[in-house]
């Protein structure tokens, strides 16, 4: 049983109805609280007005389909975790759930103390994102100040700038993990969505930017910085 005093919420995403019921029955005695939807539509509607802790989805599923509905919370930006549960086992099917977005992939028949066991774990990494403190709509770095509202900036010279919704998107996402590794994964995701790929260079080209804004050196940037092979970080 969990000893956290607020029950975590999940959202359970599965048509077929006997697998349904058990796994919500367990769910239950484990402490959880369901929220249940048999089919893709029904599930979107459910993520749209409620917060969840976690999404366990079936692929195949009536209306719409378990992709479609992943790359949909992804678009929005939702970070809540995501699993798969699935009667597909190949290894494209995998790739394709985890690229679009899902946090981890089980296939039916499953054991249901590893998906209580891999449940727990994404739980505990949904209640980290929840205490990770958003930033506010107005930040100050340097002599530089930004309204992420107004999308607008003035720079370290004092030159007022008009940031671009996608600029002012990737800034507050680099600030919001500061001195953390935020990799071209996580961008594309949040940024762009996955139904766009935008190449390297283009990522590349708006750290240049930021670095032509708001470094007092752009050859040797002291806040937006590339690591190589990996992503992008920003240090205070």
């Known amino acids: 049983m969990m000893n956290s005093p607020k029950k975590a919420s999940i959202l359970l995403v599965e ?31 459910a993520i749209k007005e409620e917060y969840f802790d976690l999404i366990i989805l079936d692929i195949m599923l009536p209306e719409i389909d378990g992709i479609s509905i992943i790359e949909r919370v992804r678009l929005q930006n939702l970070e809540v975790p995501i699993l798969i549960l699935s009667a597909k086992d190949s290894n494209t099917d995998k790739v394709l759930g985890l690229r679009v977005g899902a946090d981890d992939y089980l296939t039916k028949p499953f054991n249901l103390e590893e998906l209580l066991l891999r449940i727990q774990k994404l739980i505990q990494k949904s209640t980290l994102l929840q205490h990770k403190e958003p930033i506010s709509n107005t930040v100050i770095f340097g002599k ?65 930017s930021f670095r032509k804004y708001f470094e007092e050196d752009s050859r040797t940037p002291k806040h937006f910085h590339s690591v190589r092979g990996v992503g992008y970080k920003y240090i205070e």
């Open 15 to 45: 048509d077929e109805e006997n697998l349904h019921e058990t796994l919500r029955l367990n769910l239950e005695i484990e402490g959880y609280e369901v929220t249940s939807a048999h089919n893709g539509t029904k599930a979107l509607k």
């Open 144 to 208: 530089n100040y930004v309204d992420f509202k107004a999308q607008e900036a003035t720079t370290w010279q004092g030159k007022k700038i008009t940031l671009s919704k996608k600029e002012a998107m990737l800034l507050r996402l680099l600030i919001e993990h500061k001195n953390e590794v935020v990799t071209r994964e996580k961008i594309l995701q949040s940024v762009w969505g996955y139904n766009v790929y935008p190449t390297t260079r283009t990522i590349d080209n708006f750290i240049l």
